[in-house]
């Protein structure tokens, strides 16, 4: 008993001195607020049972006018089947607007993940949200070429990249 309570004791003081050696830099990117940010939840899971980017984010040429422009979200190919939440959030906004469709966005934390296009909507504002709860189901309204989820992601506000949190899940 004293022996393993020993090793155990030993196995912790190394890694906190592991710890306290990180560089740095290391601590300050992006990345790796990411990851602490997501590591504070128990548990992530995909938006999608399978991902496949069908636009990513960022400049394109626009599928309605084929001029160049920006945008804000990634689309995953989806016909019609369920979307789930990622992580634990609460259900900040539903709605519908022409651009969107019907949409709906959790609120994480700082993070805001919005599902747009859906076909239906299952949650409501106010909820609790876990991973791998249904949001609802995609679709094609609004502004779309076709079944698809465009997922969006802001952090205070500000739109980046959720390809981020989707490169997080595959690290797990
Ligand atoms: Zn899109």
Redesign the pocket.
Request: glycine residues 8%.
């Given at each position: 008993m004293l022996y393993s309570w020993r090793a155990h004791e030993q196995a912790s003081s190394l890694f906190l001195s592991t710890r306290q050696h990180l560089p740095q830099q290391e601590t300050d990117s992006v990345d790796n607020k990411q990851k602490q940010w997501t590591s504070s939840y128990p548990s992530i899971t995909y938006p999608l049972k399978s991902i496949k980017v069908t636009?990513p984010y960022g400049y394109r040429r626009d599928p309605f006018t084929g001029k160049l422009s920006w945008?804000n979200?990634?689309?995953l190919r989806a016909k019609n089947e369920p979307t789930y939440a990622m992580m634990d959030g609460i259900v900040e906004k539903v709605g519908y607007d022409n651009r969107s469709g019907n949409y709906v966005t959790l609120r994480h934390g700082n993070y805001h993940v919005s599902y747009?296009h859906l076909s239906s909507i299952i949650v409501r504002k106010g909820e609790y949200v876990y991973p791998g709860i249904i949001v609802g189901v995609t679709g094609d309204t609004g502004r779309s070429t076709g079944s698809?989820l465009?997922l969006t992601c802001k952090k205070d506000g500000k739109s980046i990249n959720p390809t981020i949190l989707l490169k997080i899940i595959e690290s797990i």
């Amino acid at each position: 008993m004293l022996y393993s309570w020993r090793a155990h004791e030993q196995a912790s003081s190394l890694f906190l001195s592991t710890r306290q050696h990180l560089p740095q830099q290391e601590t300050d990117s992006v990345d790796n607020k990411q990851k602490q940010w997501t590591s504070s939840y128990p548990s992530i899971t995909y938006p999608l049972k399978s991902i496949k980017v069908t636009s990513p984010y960022g400049y394109r040429r626009d599928p309605f006018t084929g001029k160049l422009s920006w945008h804000n979200g990634l689309d995953l190919r989806a016909k019609n089947e369920p979307t789930y939440a990622m992580m634990d959030g609460i259900v900040e906004k539903v709605g519908y607007d022409n651009r969107s469709g019907n949409y709906v966005t959790l609120r994480h934390g700082n993070y805001h993940v919005s599902y747009c296009h859906l076909s239906s909507i299952i949650v409501r504002k106010g909820e609790y949200v876990y991973p791998g709860i249904i949001v609802g189901v995609t679709g094609d309204t609004g502004r779309s070429t076709g079944s698809h989820l465009h997922l969006t992601c802001k952090k205070d506000g500000k739109s980046i990249n959720p390809t981020i949190l989707l490169k997080i899940i595959e690290s797990i």
